[in-house]
């Protein structure tokens, strides 16, 4: 099977691109906006509508295969390529990507994956977003070529084993949500809330007050409305927020976890991106000091690193150096999906535990490809996306999971 032609279309990703830089230096909210002038490049305003490319290989059969290219909510940050805008792309993808692609054989999609990963052009590599949506629509057409699922290219590629039941979802909810978090709660998700912490005075307090009685109102909920038997771990994003309330003071940090750990129980508690440090290096050195002091008062919080762990050699890095318990593998700044199913393989390899994530600035064509990478490769979870609805997002993946898992028996069955 070959690919004819390539068509493209600019439309809307799943949520917003934001000025973190901005938001950090004091800008205030006024709703859903920011009043103000941006400060990271490309950016009109604070907050800003996202956009994706979608990327449509026409395969020679007349099938025709689906990638979006988006970029993650909060970019330009910790190492991740500048602000994505389609318009800057498109003449890029409508001359050299689409001769580049057309009349390649589409029987197997790694190679060819590698190869638009690792492309130069203009003296440099492909934007991130341009990596992501460009792959997934290979590994699309290479599953319509093949007569199977994604899962199932996947597998065969990298020698993993597909799971037998869905991966878990932490579900991404709006911190100011509260009927969003008992819809999530009803629906008994494996994770959450997520939410987002950006700002000590506003999300954290002074004390670090403000943060631990959000999260015992959430542990509350569950226990008013959830069921009995319902124990899902509680996932909390705080964005670099705790490295700056108490600065270096590794012992103070450790002793507001504790203090944050009790406020879940018997919940088991996830903390992602306490600090967000100056380089890949210092973040590595700041979080494995954290784990050892961790580990030496006996508490049982866990890490996840998410800044400066962007690419495929960063995860590895992280993994190698054992700094985190989790690696959220943010799917749009690896670029190519090639990069995050090895990241998800090589995180499990070494002991270190992974969500196969990315950002509600997504779509739900991403999403989907998402969901069967994480069938094939098995993280231990999934973030919920695209955009921060919950339901959608929940439906999107799970079902995705579910109809793939039906496919595949259905296809083993008859072959038996």
């Known amino acids: 099977m070959k690919i004819k032609d390539v068509i493209y279309s600019v439309g809307r990703s799943g949520f917003f691109n934001r000025d973190l830089a901005a938001i950090k230096a004091g800008a205030r909210a006024d709703g859903f906006a920011y009043p103000g002038k941006p400060m990271s490049p490309g950016f009109a305003k604070i907050v800003q509508p996202g956009t994706a490319i979608s990327v449509m290989p026409l395969l020679d059969d007349g099938q025709v295969a689906l990638g979006d290219c988006v970029d993650v909510i909060l970019t330009g940050v910790a190492g991740r390529d500048p602000l994505f805008r389609a318009e800057q792309h498109l003449p890029f993808l409508r001359t050299t990507m689409r001769e580049l692609l057309r009349g390649r054989a589409i029987d197997r999609f790694r190679e060819i994956a590698e190869e638009i990963d690792g492309l130069i052009h203009a003296g440099r590599r492909l934007h991130t977003a341009l990596r992501y949506g460009i792959t997934q629509a290979l590994l699309h057409a290479a599953a319509l070529a093949n007569r199977c699922t994604m899962a199932e290219v996947v597998s065969r590629e990298y020698g993993c084993e597909i799971a037998s039941a869905p991966i878990a979802i932490l579900a991404s909810c709006h911190k100011e949500d509260a009927q969003m978090i008992d819809r999530m709660i009803l629906k008994r998700v494996e994770l959450l809330p997520h939410a987002s912490f950006q700002q000590v005075e506003r999300d954290i307090g002074f004390e670090g007050e403000k943060l631990i009685a959000y999260a015992q109102g959430v542990v509350g909920r569950i226990r008013e ?63 494995r000091a954290l784990r050892s002091a961790i580990a030496k008062h006996g508490y049982q919080v866990k890490i996840i690193v998410d800044e400066w762990c962007n690419t495929l050699d960063d995860v590895k890095a992280f993994a190698d150096a054992g700094a985190a318990d989790y690696a959220q593998i943010k799917t749009p700044d690896l670029g190519g999906i090639n990069n995050a199913i090895e990241a998800v393989l090589y995180a499990r390899e070494k002991g270190m535990g992974c969500c196969l994530g990315g950002t509600g600035n997504e779509t739900d064509q991403s999403a989907r490809i998402t969901a069967q990478i994480g069938l094939a490769c098995r993280p231990d979870f999934l973030l919920s996306k695209p955009g921060f609805g919950g339901d959608e997002a929940l439906m999107i993946q799970t079902n995705e999971m579910l109809r793939t898992l039906a496919l595949i028996e259905a296809s083993r069955a008859g072959k038996g």
Do not use: K, M, W
Request: no cysteine.
């Open 225 to 287: 409305i959830g069921d009995p038997d319902y124990r899902p771990r509680i996932h909390l994003d705080v964005y670099g927020t705790i490295g700056e309330l108490f600065g270096d003071n590794i012992d103070a940090i450790v002793r507001y976890l504790g203090a944050l750990e009790a406020a879940v129980r018997p919940h088991e508690l996830l903390l992602e991106s306490f600090v967000i440090a100056a380089s890949r290096e210092a973040q590595i050195d700041a979080f």
